[in-house]
C-alpha cells in the first residue's frame, strides 16, 4: 500500500470503504508512476477542493489533475471551434432550438427578440435553425445551469453529455486522449455520471492506456450516474482488493462502518487503537440537543443547516437572487468569505465585519493595509497626513462598530454605510441599485438582521455543522448525526430504513433489484400510455383498466421475491388496489414503491455520516419516529456495535 497501487490490468477498478485510503492511494500510484519518465498521467477527481489538495502533492508538468468539468470543457476548447462539429451542435440539439424558436411563451420570445436585435437582423425576420447554424462560430462552455441553445453555451450536463456525442460521432477524437495519457484515474467514479466513465473507457479501448476507477459503491449519493456503464464495469474492469485498512476512524466506529456495509467482502481492518463505543441518543426533538462544542452536526438540508447557524432568513432572502440555473447557487455565495465572491453586497459585508473586528482588536497595522488593498474604500479619507486625519478616521470607524452591535437590518448597514465614507459610496449606491432591480431580493434582504450574516461568517471561519451530502471525502474528530427525513427533495426515509434494517428486513443487494424492475414496470407502463403518473387522471382508467392491473401485478409480483418485506411494507396499498380498481389506489401504490428509492439513499447517507467520524460519533434518532419498532430498533442498534442511550 505504501507503494501505491499495483496496477497491471488495462482496467482496474479500486472499490473500497470510506476511509480506506483511495485518495491517498492515488497520490501514491501516481508518484510511483513517475518514476518512469515516459509516463503522462490524467486524474480526475470529483470536486475542485479534491483537485487543489492532489495538486499540492504532485507537482509535475507530466501529470494533470482536475475535475471533469475543467477536463472536458479545457480538452474541447480546440474542437469547439471546428466547423463539423459546431454544425453537429444544431443537429444534436434540433429539437430543443425548434421549441426555442416555435415558443409562443414570453420568456423565449423575448429570447428571439434578443437574438434579432444582437444580430442586426430586421425586426420581422424568421429566425430558422439555418439562421442559427450559421451565426453560432465557435461553442463554449457556460459555465451556467442552462444551455443557451441559439448561442451555442453549454451547460455543466451538456458539456458531458455533448462531449460524450461528439467522441461518438467523430472518433478519431478518441486517439487524442489514448496518444496524450499513459494512464487515466478517475477518484469517486460512483457519482461520474456513465456517459464519461463510457467516454474515458472507449477513449482507451484498443490502446495501452491504462483506466482506473476508484469510488466506493456505498457512498453512490447521486442518483442514475453509474447504472448504465456498471455491466462494462462487472465485464471489463478487474476488481483491486488491496486496500484493507482504514486509516481514518477509531477501532469501533470501524467495527460499525463492517457491520452496516453492504458486503462482507469490504471488511477493513482499524489502523487506530478503539476507543469510545459510536452512540445512538434516543431524543424527544431534534432542535434542542446540546451537542458538543467541537463536533461537527450533521443535518439532511441547506435549509436546516442555515438555521441551525442562525441564518436562515438570510439564506432565503439569497435563494431568491440566485436561481437553480445560474453558475452560483445562494450556497456558494454565502459561503465564501473571499473578497473574489462573485455577489457585490457579500463583498460590502465581509469587508465591513473584518474592518471592525480589526479595529475592536485595535490591529491598526492590519486594518490600514485591509483597508488601502480594498479598490472600493474610500481613498480621499485614508489619505492620512496628520493627527486630526487620524481622529476623523477613528471616529467613523467607532462609529460603525457601535452601529453594527446594534441588532441593524442589513438594510439599516447600507443606509449607514451611503452616509459614512469608510467605503466609496458609488460603490454603496451600486450596491444598492443593484438590490432594487431584484424585487423579490430587495423584499427579503432589507430586514434581514445583520447578524445573521455575523451568524454565517463565524460558522465558516470554524464549522460546526455540514449537511451530510456534503462531507465526502472528509473526515472529523467528533461527528454528530441528526436523523432526519426528506420528502421530495431529496426523496430520502432514514427511518424507514431503520425500521428496515431493524427488522432485517434490508437487504442492500436484493432491495437494489427489486427497485430496477420496478422502476422498469413504471417506465413501460408510462411510455405506453404516454403520460407521467402524476398526469394521469381519473377518466384515463376504466379505458385502460388492464394496463393497470397488469402493471401493478408485475410491481407486486418483484416486491414479492421477500414475501415479508412486501406484507409489511406494501401490502395494505396493494390490497386497497385490489378492492378499489381505481387512479388514486393506483397512483398510492406508485408512491408507495418510489420510497424505495428514499430508502437506499438513507442507507448510503447514514454509512457517510458516520464514516466520518475519527474519533467520536453519537447519532440522534427521535423517540417519535421509531415508536413502531422500538425495541427492534435498540436490540439491532446493539448487535452492530452502537451503545444506546435515551435521552
Ligand atoms: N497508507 C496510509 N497511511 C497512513 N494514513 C493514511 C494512509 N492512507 C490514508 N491515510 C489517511 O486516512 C484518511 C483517509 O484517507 P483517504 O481520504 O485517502 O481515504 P478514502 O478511501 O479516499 O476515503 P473516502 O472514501 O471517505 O473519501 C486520511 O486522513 C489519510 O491521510
Redesign the pocket.
Known amino acids: 500500500?505504501?507503494e501505491g497501487l499495483n496496477i497491471t490490468e488495462q482496467f482496474t477498478i479500486v472499490n473500497?470503504p470510506?476511509?480506506?485510503?483511495?485518495?491517498?492511494s492515488v497520490s501514491k500510484s501516481i508518484k510511483k508512476l513517475l518514476r518512469n519518465p515516459n509516463k503522462k498521467i490524467l486524474c480526475i477527481t470529483y470536486t475542485n477542493r479534491a483537485a487543489e489538495q492532489l495538486s499540492e502533492k504532485i507537482n509535475d508538468e507530466r501529470v494533470r489533475i482536475g475535475t471533469i468539468h475543467s477536463f472536458i470543457g479545457n480538452f474541447m476548447k480546440p474542437f469547439f471551434k471546428i466547423k463539423p462539429i459546431v454544425d453537429f451542435f444544431s443537429e444534436y440539439y434540433e429539437g430543443n432550438i425548434l421549441k426555442v424558436l416555435q415558443s409562443t411563451e414570453e420568456k423565449e420570445v423575448a429570447k428571439l427578440r434578443r437574438y434579432i436585435e444582437k444580430y442586426n437582423l430586421p425586426e420581422d425576420f424568421k429566425v430558422t435553425k439555418e439562421t442559427i447554424t450559421q451565426n453560432i462560430s465557435h461553442l463554449e462552455y457556460g459555465e451556467t445551469q442552462i444551455t443557451s441553445f441559439l448561442h451555442g453555451k453549454l451547460s455543466h450536463d451538456d458539456l458531458l453529455i455533448f462531449s460524450k456525442a461528439v467522441f461518438k460521432k467523430f472518433p478519431k477524437l478518441n486517439k487524442a486522449i489514448s496518444h496524450q495519457y499513459s494512464y487515466i484515474f478517475i477518484d469517486e467514479y460512483q457519482d461520474t455520471k456513465s456517459e464519461i466513465l463510457e467516454l474515458f473507457y472507449n477513449a482507451t479501448l484498443d490502446s495501452n492506456t491504462k483506466l482506473v476507477l476508484l469510488g466506493?459503491e456505498m457512498?453512490q449519493i447521486y442518483e442514475d450516474t453509474v447504472e448504465e456503464f456498471q455491466h462494462i464495469i462487472d465485464n471489463s474492469f478487474v476488481r483491486d482488493y488491496s486496500l484493507k485498512h482504514n486509516?481514518?476512524s477509531q477501532g469501533r466506529i470501524v467495527s460499525l462502518l463492517n457491520n452496516l456495509y453492504y458486503s462482507s467482502s469490504y471488511q477493513q481492518i482499524p489502523q487506530k487503537v478503539s476507543e469510545e463505543k459510536p452512540k445512538i441518543h434516543i431524543v424527544e426533538d431534534l432542535e434542542n440537543i446540546n451537542t458538543e462544542k467541537n463536533s461537527l452536526q450533521l443535518v439532511l438540508l441547506n435549509s436546516e443547516l442555515f438555521k441551525a447557524i442562525g441564518a436562515y432568513n438570510l439564506y432565503e432572502a439569497y435563494k431568491k437572487r440566485y436561481k437553480y440555473y445560474d453558475k452560483y447557487n445562494s450556497k456558494e455565495i454565502l459561503f465564501d468569505l473571499t473578497m473574489n465572491n462573485p455577489d457585490d453586497l457579500m463583498v460590502l459585508l465581509i469587508f465591513t465585519v473584518e474592518i471592525v473586528n480589526l479595529f475592536d482588536e485595535k490591529q491598526f497595522g492590519k486594518l490600514i493595509q485591509k483597508i488601502i488593498s480594498f479598490k472600493l474604500s474610500n481613498k480621499e479619507i485614508w489619505k492620512i497626513k496628520n493627527h486630526s486625519d487620524k481622529v476623523k478616521v477613528a471616529q467613523q470607524l467607532e462609529k460603525l462598530s457601535k452601529e453594527i452591535k446594534k441588532d441593524i437590518t442589513i438594510g439599516e448597514l447600507l443606509n449607514f454605510l451611503s452616509k459614512s465614507e469608510i467605503v466609496d459610496t458609488s460603490y454603496i449606491s451600486s450596491v444598492i441599485n443593484h438590490i432594487n432591480e431584484d424585487l423579490e431580493f430587495k423584499n427579503k434582504i432589507n430586514s434581514v438582521k445583520f447578524n445573521e450574516f455575523i451568524n454565517c461568517y463565524r460558522e465558516i471561519n470554524n464549522p460546526s455543522i455540514s449537511t451530510q451530502h456534503a462531507v465526502?471525502?472528509e473526515?472529523y474528530d467528533h461527528v454528530a448525526l441528526k436523523v432526519s427525513d426528506g420528502t421530495r427533495n431529496p426523496n430520502l426515509k432514514m427511518y424507514l430504513f431503520l425500521e428496515m434494517f431493524s427488522k432485517e428486513l434490508f437487504n442492500y443487494e436484493e432491495l437494489n433489484v427489486i427497485n430496477k424492475e420496478v422502476k422498469n414496470h413504471v417506465k413501460l407502463f408510462t411510455e405506453s400510455m404516454g403520460k407521467k403518473v402524476s398526469e394521469l387522471k381519473a377518466p384515463d382508467y376504466k379505458k385502460y383498466e388492464q394496463k393497470y392491473i397488469s402493471c401493478i401485478l408485475d410491481i407486486k409480483n418483484s416486491l414479492k421475491v421477500n414475501q415479508q418485506f412486501y406484507d409489511e411494507f406494501f401490502s395494505e396499498d396493494f390490497i386497497s388496489f385490489d378492492n378499489k380498481l381505481n387512479i388514486s389506489a393506483f397512483k398510492k401504490c406508485i408512491s408507495a414503491v418510489n420510497r424505495i428509492d428514499g430508502v437506499l439513499l438513507a442507507y448510503k447517507l447514514f454509512y457517510v455520516g458516520c464514516?466520518r467520524a475519527k474519533k467520536r460519533l453519537d447519532v440522534y434518532v427521535t423517540n417519535k419516529s421509531i415508536q413502531g419498532f422500538r425495541e427492534e430498533f435498540i436490540s439491532k442498534m446493539k448487535e452492530i456495535e452502537f451503545e444506546i442511550e435515551v435521552n
Do not use: I, L, Y
Request: proline share 0%; aromatic share 6%.
Open positions: 500500500m505504501a473500497a470510506a476511509g480506506s485510503g483511495k485518495t491517498t466506493d457512498q486509516w481514518r465526502k471525502g473526515g464514516s
